[in-house]
């Protein structure tokens, strides 16, 4: 495996209270973060909110400082290169954001918006860039005419299409998206994370996908890290992982998907309550206070990541010992009358093609104000 | 910003879409109430510009035999204490009156914006060295501020300007300041920084068309209060000096004569009130123009 993307030890810590007198409130976000991505994977990164996984995602792209480690890309080390090093790196390495409606400038046209990269590289001539332009709108599925207009006139995935338009402008290596679907409507994520994975393939990118729910990287991720209060508790090939848990976490995590298959099991709640404070994490293991086989050594000593052979590993003192549940593999099933609805529909689309038209991309109305 | 038409039906589609610029224009000619203040100011800057030519009286030239005639043929405005007629000196104080609070808030905008975008923007010592000494000419009231400035530059039209642009520079650099710390917190400057933009890139495309909207309603409404103050520096002698008018100084003179000859007092005042109403009417159509999120 070729690491195109390293982080080593890495760390962030915010200072919530500075007080005049007395020691400041410190939130360790990120503790101690290592990670090899490899060159062509879809690296996801998964925990609950307040994890410290957009956090991650910033310090491997050093939007934000790390207080402490590495990144490694392309043998340099990005916490510690000169500001314009940096900045002219950053063509290599590019951002997708989570939230479509604040991400575009609205004061600058679509076509400006995603223009802006190649500009800011000295890449091309005007006459080369636009065509570029057009050309990448119509990759994310937009229309070349859609240069003209303004954030303002597209819907959520749309803007998204527009956002990812935009990463890709500068020729990328390296595309890490901080929940690029989460606020997206569910018809709509389906159509971008497809998009996401035709991009990569024909770019020949290495994607980074941070996420707070394993559904919905399910079919994507080559690789998957699962983060807890600013660690990581356990990295494993995404098949794997969704077959046999290692970590707790994981298996609540993998429980609380719904499973849409007539018989199956519902989505379960196998732990209680919202993550500890992240001022004061607990003692040893930090998911002991939730987890269902903690035992005296987790409150008192803290677990590492730790090889568990066949590319995993682990950060639990009870990995070897526990059996934990998975998710079956089973595509999933209809009920029969679900099935005759989805059969019908199946013919009404057939006999209609224009129906068929994506209709995210297919814009009827001049306008489309939000989702 | 045209697009590269790839296909004939692109490029049909693409003609067919309205450009940026008459979209801005199509906006603010379909807002009445910014049309008419767009009109009062352009009527008050060309009488201004126009006042050589105009077939008036000299408007220092004073008449003995005609001092504070009410409105008539003659004088269709009146005279004044002194014999001039109200008409002219109303037609050449606007020069002196519009270029008090159009150079007077440059002055403050070109000073002041640059500064609170930089307070806001890089934070830190330079942002509580900039915010200390702003919030220490706040403390001082405009006018007393204007005052003592205009005092210690020099009695003349260009230094009130200047003085009057120092002291409505802090409200800028605070506007300036909050307004650049809200847009840093936007998603779309983070992807500015992620994009590999320099700081001037970000500063002139991210911040400054973002924080454009609320500065210029400041402009707008300072340069009412600018009209105000320089006839208030006038008025002690400090700005337009006599005999050259300005609609400040003839209104602090027609003070006391309000019950003789109130036109004295009503013209200069009604010119005022009117430039002032189109500065604000221009200001907030051209914001609700420029806006590409407004409908």
């Known amino acids: 495996m070729t690491a195109i993307l390293s982080a080593r030890d890495l760390r962030r810590e915010f200072v919530t209270k500075r007080p005049l007198f007395g020691a400041p409130t410190v939130v360790r976000a990120v503790d101690g973060v290592s990670l090899d991505i490899a060159a062509g994977e879809t690296f996801a990164i998964v925990g609950e909110s307040g994890c410290g996984k957009s956090t991650l995602a910033r310090l491997l792209l050093r939007l934000i400082d790390p207080t402490g480690g590495e990144v490694w890309y392309d043998g340099e080390d990005l916490a510690h290169l000169p500001a314009d090093r940096m900045r002219a790196l950053r063509r290599d390495l590019q951002f997708i954001f989570q939230d479509p409606f604040s991400s575009l400038n609205p004061q600058m046209s679509v076509g400006a918006l995603i223009e802006e990269p190649m500009r800011a590289h000295g890449i091309g001539t005007p006459a080369e860039r636009r065509a570029r332009v057009a050309d990448l709108l119509s990759r994310v599925g937009l229309r070349p005419e859609h240069a003209d207009r303004y954030p303002h006139e597209f819907s959520g995935g749309q803007r998204q299409r527009i956002g990812i338009a935009r990463a890709l402008a500068s020729g990328p290596k390296v595309l890490i998206g901080d929940e690029p679907v989460s606020a997206l409507d569910v018809s709509i994520q389906a159509q971008v994370v497809n998009l996401l994975e035709d991009l990569k393939d024909e770019f020949g990118l290495t994607l980074v996908i941070i996420a707070h729910d394993l559904a919905v990287i399910r079919h994507m991720a080559t690789r998957v890290a699962v983060m807890y209060l600013g660690e990581v508790v356990e990295l494993a090939p995404a098949a794997d992982l969704y077959a046999a848990p290692k970590h707790p976490y994981t298996e609540t995590l993998l429980a609380a998907i719904p499973v849409a298959a007539w018989g199956a099991r519902p989505a379960r709640t196998l732990v209680e309550g919202d993550p500890p404070n992240p001022i004061a994490p607990p003692p040893g293991c930090r998911f002991h206070p939730r987890c269902p086989y903690a035992t005296d050594i987790c409150r008192t000593e803290r677990p590492v990541l730790t090889d568990a052979g066949e590319g995993r590993s682990v950060a639990c003192h009870r990995a070897a010992e526990l059996s934990l549940a998975g998710l079956d593999g089973a595509e999933p099933g209809r009920s029969p009358a679900a099935a005759a609805r989805f059969a019908l529909y199946a013919r009404a689309m057939a006999g209609d093609p224009d129906k068929t038209n994506d209709p995210e991309t297919g814009q009827t109305q001049p306008r489309q104000t939000g989702d | ?295």
Request: hydrophobic share 55%.
């Open chain 2, 1 to 295: 910003m045209s697009t590269v038409a790839t296909t004939p039906a692109a490029a049909a589609a693409a003609e067919a879409l309205p450009r940026k610029q008459s979209r801005v224009w199509r906006k603010f000619r379909a807002n009445k109430a910014a049309l008419l203040g767009g009109a009062i100011v352009a009527f008050f800057v060309i009488v201004a510009l126009l006042a050589p030519l105009l077939p008036i009286v000299d408007p220092t030239a004073t008449d003995w035999l005609a001092v504070r005639q009410a409105p008539s043929a003659v004088h269709p405005f009146g005279t004044d204490e002194i014999g001039r007629s109200v008409l002219s000196r109303m037609v050449w104080g606007a020069q002196a009156s519009l270029l008090a609070g159009v150079v007077s808030v440059a002055i403050a905008v070109c000073l002041g914006v640059p500064l609170g975008v930089m307070a806001g923007y890089l934070g830190g010592w330079t942002d509580a060295a900039i915010s200390r000494v702003t919030e220490a000419m706040l403390a001082a009231p405009f006018l007393i501020l204007a005052i003592a400035l205009a005092a210690f530059l020099g009695p003349s039209l260009t230094n009130a300007m200047i003085a009057i642009g120092l002291s409505a520079m802090p409200i800028f650099i605070r506007l300036a300041r909050g307004q650049t710390m809200q847009v840093m917190t936007e998603d779309y400057v983070e992807s500015a920084r992620a994009v590999g933009l320099t700081h001037w890139a970000l500063v002139t495309r991210y911040i400054l068309p973002n924080i454009f909207p609320p500065i210029l309603v400041q402009s707008t409404l300072t340069i009412a209060t600018a009209i105000i103050a320089e006839a208030s520096l006038s008025f002690l002698g400090l700005g337009q000096q006599p005999p050259a008018p300005s609609w400040g100084s003839m209104l602090n003179v027609a003070k006391n004569f309000l019950e003789q000859a109130p036109w004295m007092a009503l013209y200069p005042g009604a010119a005022i009130f009117l430039v002032v109403l189109g500065f604000n009417l221009l200001g907030d159509g051209l914001r609700d123009a420029l806006d590409p999120r407004d409908h």
